[in-house]
């Protein structure tokens, strides 16, 4: 119960007029960050560095160690990749399934695409 309410029942119980009280305005501070990191521009940061850091848990410890993410960049995933062969069967093979694993995890606006690049 929030305080403005509590003086209005012990008015009510008492007798007494309603006291005019204002309503509480607080808010949810998961709500403000949210808002004050939107309106830095940090929020897309934010998401990058979710995407970037569940890799490993995604792909599996045999891929994340010959693929790493460089970036996220208006919804590309970005990866490098150790060796030709590996690049020719993550783009051609795991590709669809790496991907619908990031859509299913952070969403379709999240990551689109993924381009492997060796280097």
């Known amino acids: 119960m929030t305080p403005w309410q509590r003086a209005l029942v012990i008015a009510e119980w008492r007798g007494l007029p309603e006291p005019q009280v204002k309503p509480d305005r607080v808010k949810n501070a998961s709500d403000v960050i ?4 939107k309106s830095l521009g940090l929020g897309e940061r934010l998401r990058q ?18 693929a790493t993410p460089a970036r996220l ?32 995890r952070f969403g379709a606006r999240a990551v689109r695409d993924i381009r492997f690049q060796i280097g």
Not at 34 to 37: F, R, S
Not at 49 to 66: R, T
Request: aromatic letters at 12%.
């Open 73 to 104: 960049d208006h919804g590309t995933l970005y990866v490098r990749v150790l060796q030709p062969t590996m690049h020719y069967e993550l783009d051609r093979v795991w590709k669809t399934k790496i991907l619908s694993k990031f859509k299913e």
């Open 49 to 66: 560095e979710q995407v970037l850091g569940a890799w490993q848990e995604l792909v599996g410890d045999f891929i994340a160690g010959h």
């Open 34 to 37: 949210g808002g004050v990191m």
